[in-house]
């Protein structure tokens, strides 16, 4: 991988760099602020990055907003992005993720962590390319000038753009493994499913099915924008949410809240048939005392009974329609 290295203590850099040097198949490259980065990415000599490690706590410019900026550039929507910063606390950790952090590594860094962290991101990297430019194709490219390369397959837990709070799957994993057990009080994990997918799935483009689940995405976020919380897609139709602040969501009245919204959302193929997706509501999962396994089990959780609802959901529309024939 080619990594961009950010941060304005030299010494740092010097580390990272013998040590990333150190890992076969990396190379470095540094920059000592947020706006040199920035240069480094407009500069066509330097070429492309891999990943990127961001500190925090800059002058003119702070990492969280230097991961913003680089999220907006088309080319680095979706690559990995570690913050290794000696900022800890929970407000720096929400705000990393939600401008777009994949992973967060507190100074002063462990070399086997940072070692594990960097070959987890360069698997990530290499299982992510065909897809990227899928994502890519979808974001930028018109379904009438050319269709995505191999199509977003069901269970694949693509990335959204542009729909507030949220973020990549593997990035809320890594969220919430990296929140200790004071920071999970008052958080509870739910999940939405769309319902039917698979048929949406089967009948729809590729480019439209991903506008669908971005469409779904944005009418959800909308339904928790008084909330804090980050949203993940996680494949097979399927939202995860992480709330804070005590609340505690009445999944019923949410679910009910979200179908009216998607009901009076006007969304269309690209032949102008109208879509009409619905979800089904999971069971909430409170986090407190969960640490480690623990919380990926509890998003695991919510993440299943949100898909049993579906199919209970769909089963119930069966058992409505054949009541009273013979089989």
């Known amino acids: 991988m080619k990594i961009l290295a950010v941060d304005d203590d030299p010494i740092i850099l010097e580390l990272l760099t013998q040590f990333v040097s150190a890992l076969e198949g990396h190379t470095v490259v540094t920059a000592e602020s947020a706006m040199e980065a920035l240069e480094r990415l407009k500069d066509p000599a330097v070429g492309e990055f891999d990943c990127f490690l961001l500190d925090i706590q800059m002058p003119k410019m702070d990492g969280i907003t230097l991961a913003g900026r680089i999220r907006e550039t088309v080319r680095y929507a979706d690559t990995p992005i570690l913050m290794l910063t000696a900022m800890s606390d929970k407000r720096y950790i929400d705000a990393a993720f939600a ?185 909430a999962v409170r986090l407190i005392w969960k640490s480690g396994q623990s919380i990926l089990d509890a998003l695991g959780h919510a993440h299943a009974s949100a898909e049993k609802a579906c199919k209970d959901f769909e089963n119930a529309q069966n058992d409505f329609w054949y009541l009273g024939r013979s089989a």
């Open 99 to 283: 401008a777009g952090a994949t992973d967060y590594v507190t100074k002063p860094f462990d070399p086997l962590e940072l070692k594990a962290r960097i070959n987890l991101v360069d698997g990530l990297v290499k299982a992510r390319q065909a897809r990227t430019r899928k994502i890519f194709a979808t974001k930028t490219l018109s379904p009438q000038v050319t269709p995505l390369e191999k199509g977003v397959e069901l269970h694949e837990p693509i990335s959204i753009f542009d729909v507030e709070n949220v973020i990549d799957f593997t990035a809320m994993e890594n969220y919430v493994q990296q929140l200790s057990r004071g920071s999970l009080f008052g958080s509870t994990c739910f999940a939405f499913s769309i319902r039917e997918v698979g048929q949406f799935h089967g009948s729809l483009s590729s480019f439209e099915f991903y506008s669908l689940i971005s469409d779904v995405a944005e009418v959800i976020s909308d339904a928790l924008s008084d909330h804090q919380y980050l949203m993940a897609y996680a494949g097979n139709g399927t939202f995860v949410c992480v709330t804070e602040s005590g609340w505690r969501p009445e999944m019923t009245r949410l679910m009910d809240g979200i179908n009216l919204s998607l009901a009076r959302t006007e969304l269309f193929d690209n032949n102008g048939a109208s879509l009409k997706p619905r979800v089904s509501a999971g069971e």
